[in-house]
């Protein structure tokens, strides 16, 4: 069996948003999540009633399962999974604990249905820096599972529509209203996603999409190495994952400059 472990918020916090942050399973009971639905950033919330049917392979990511107070159902759950060989523990105080630290919450309710791959999101076929961006946004703060879906721009609001799936459109963010800075932010704020090195991030990113990089300084480096992988990636699925670890490079730039 693998050993057990727990993580406090605050360094769970620090791990969110990059790739060596943990699985997050939800395992609160009905009561508890109807009183407050809202879910750490990336969470999946699975039912400790049905453990048998967790489909978790073992890998070398960890997983931290967290309940409502991080007591009985959070400790069964982390053991379930450590019977598999995964390496799992515990988020200490579990939700409560989290929310009291004033940490980050995504509302269940804007998150799209999740299926059996993980979420879907569609994207307009070589679409900008914005819509790639909210890509990894979703990727490390909202499903790191998440499907995206690479469609002809006219057709992206139809496919998301029939399949189900989450849009980067401006006017579907952020509750309705059309965002006057970047999809990037009005994504950051349909998920409550307000924290200051996101910010920064969206500060580079908004400058970029509305053409006017000179307006922040990082972000003209920033528009040239996307250009440049844009004009090397002619795959919409190779440019995303190729850009993926350059905005893990940002944001890990964004956290440093956050703890100065």
């Known amino acids: 069996m693998t050993q057990f472990y727990s993580y406090s918020p605050d360094y769970l916090w620090s791990l969110i948003g990059t790739p060596s942050s943990p699985t ?4 609160r009971i009905d009561e508890d999540f109807d009183q407050d639905p809202r879910l750490l950033p990336a969470a999946v919330r699975l039912s400790h009633m049905q453990m048998e049917h967790w489909t978790l392979a073992p890998s070398e990511k960890q997983v931290l399962v967290y309940c409502e107070k991080g007591l009985k159902l959070s400790e069964g759950g982390a053991a379930w999974l450590r019977l598999s060989g ?3 523990g515990i988020l200490q105080g579990g939700f409560q604990n989290w929310r009291a630290c004033g940490f980050s919450l995504v509302p269940a309710a804007e998150i799209p249905e999740r299926f059996e791959s993980g979420t879907r999101w569609v994207l307009p076929q070589r679409g900008g820096v914005g819509h790639i961006a909210c890509a990894w946004l979703v990727r490390r703060f909202i499903d790191e599972d998440a499907v ?3 469609v002809g721009e006219e ?3 139809a496919v998301a529509e029939r399949y189900q799936a989450g ?3 401006q006017k579907r963010l952020d ?3 059309e965002a006057t800075t970047g999809r990037f932010s009005a994504l950051m704020a349909t998920f409550k996603l307000q924290t200051s090195a996101l910010q920064k991030l969206a500060g580079i990113i908004d400058a970029i999409e509305r053409a006017e990089p000179q307006q922040v300084p990082e972000a003209i480096g920033f528009c040239a190495l996307l250009e440049g992988l844009s004009h090397m990636c002619h795959d919409d699925l190779k440019q995303l994952e190729a850009q993926m670890p350059f905005y893990d490079a940002l944001y ?3 956290q440093e400059q956050e703890d100065e």
């Open 24 to 27: 997050l399973i939800d395992v």
């Open 86 to 88: 995964i390496k799992a």
């Open 148 to 150: 995206f879906l690479f």
């Open 155 to 157: 057709q992206t609001d």
């Open 167 to 169: 849009s980067f459109d």
């Open 175 to 177: 509750g309705g209203v």
């Open 252 to 254: 890990h730039w964004a």
